[in-house]
């Protein structure tokens, strides 16, 4: 009956439903963050200038949570089955940015970045995407890590994070941990001094500074969970969302080498702490559970949307009065995208595919 105890041990575990929720919050940032950047190059002059610090919240939601499904499972179900969750989980819609950055690249009305590129070059570049090999080539689009989806930088460092996480992290003591968060926190105000600021890690240039983010924040996730460092409130999502909000709408305040470490070395974790320790009531559980399905495609399915918005306001110039409704409409034309894909591909093709892992492991045992 061995197989009976694996599958048990595959089952997920209860969500934290508000930080699902925070999560959606944060995705929903990166997308307003992405329209407005081609608006206000500048990050400084953006309401929303600091979006890209949701990267930094995500891959501490990632710790805590690797940390509450994982650290007493992984023991018993092996690496290979935790690999196999986490590419279930994870890649089905890395092929699906991959796939719709192609589409976009040669759809594009506005501008042919293709043109420039062989079809072998272009088809190098569809592999590194979909196997998530970085690959900064693509000089009219910043030396992009991943030319085809840019969001995808982030989803090589999570993958990181997970292998360390499974041969390495997942056996050191609290106090190894945090003397690890501790160098990693030197690494996050070093490359601020040196940069300016924490904008980092998505192009060739800047490609450690990635793994610097991912760092700090996946190990203070982790630390957050096995510390017991989850404080109980009543705050509920609406705040706590409030809370989140804010701190993607400090890029005018003070210096960025400044603010932006504070934010992620200690505000960040403490939203984590609260959100998992908050109340949920439940004319809002509906909202956090639709916010955290669709954080994940709509963070991985936006980008080439947002190649054709850059290349519309370059080449028309659109009257300012117009961008305030292309950036809305826009952003909620993504989510219901982000929603059909999901619906009709990741949910479909996760289910399809835990099927199959399930055939497999009854017939092995």
Not at 38 to 55: C, E, K, M, R, S
Not at 222 to 239: C, D, M, Q, T
Not at 351 to 365: D, E, H, Q, T
Request: with cysteine; proline share 4%; glycine share 8%.
């Amino acid at each position: 009956m061995k197989h009976i105890t694996e599958e048990k041990l595959l089952q997920s575990k209860q969500h934290f439903h508000i930080l699902d929720g925070l999560r959606g919050i944060a995705a929903l940032a990166v997308v307003v963050f992405h329209f407005m950047e081609w608006i206000y190059p500048d990050f400084t002059q953006n309401f929303i200038g600091h979006g890209f610090l949701a990267v930094d919240f995500f891959f501490c939601l990632s710790g805590f949570v690797i940390a509450y499904a994982y650290d007493k499972r992984l023991p018993q179900m092996g690496i290979r089955a935790f690999f196999t969750s986490r590419l279930i989980r994870l890649h089905p819609l890395v092929i699906a940015g991959t796939v719709l950055g192609v589409i976009g690249l040669f759809a594009d009305p506005f501008a042919d970045h293709a043109a420039a590129h062989s079809m072998g070059a272009l088809a190098l570049m569809v592999l590194c995407s979909l196997f998530l090999i970085p690959l900064p080539t693509m000089e009219e689009r910043a030396f992009n890590l991943f030319s085809l989806n840019a969001p995808s930088w982030s989803l090589f460092w999570e993958y990181i994070a997970n292998i360390l996480y499974a041969f390495v992290l997942v056996r050191l003591s609290k106090k190894v941990l945090g003397v690890l968060l501790v160098l990693a926190a030197g690494g996050i105000v070093w490359v601020s001094y040196r940069a300016g600021n924490l904008l980092g890690g998505w192009n060739g240039a800047t490609f450690f500074d990635g793994g610097i983010r991912m760092s700090y924040s996946f190990l203070a996730g982790l630390l957050v969970y096995r510390s017991g460092w989850i404080i109980k409130n009543k705050l509920g999502f609406v705040a706590l969302s409030i809370l989140l909000a804010t701190a993607f709408m400090t890029s005018g305040l003070g210096n960025s080498a400044i603010v932006e470490p504070l934010l992620v070395l200690f505000y960040f974790p403490l939203l984590v702490s609260l959100g998992a320790g908050s109340v949920l009531s439940g004319s809002t559980q509906k909202v956090c559970v639709f916010m955290g399905n669709i954080s994940y495609p709509l963070y991985m399915t936006h980008y080439f949307a947002i190649w054709w918005f850059g290349n519309y306001f370059v080449s028309k110039n659109p009257p300012q009065e117009y961008l305030p409704w292309i950036v809305g409409i826009g952003t909620v034309v993504l989510v219901f995208f982000a929603w059909l894909v999901m619906k009709f591909y990741d949910m479909p093709l996760r289910n399809f595919l835990s099927r199959k892992r399930k055939k497999m492991l009854l017939k092995r045992n």
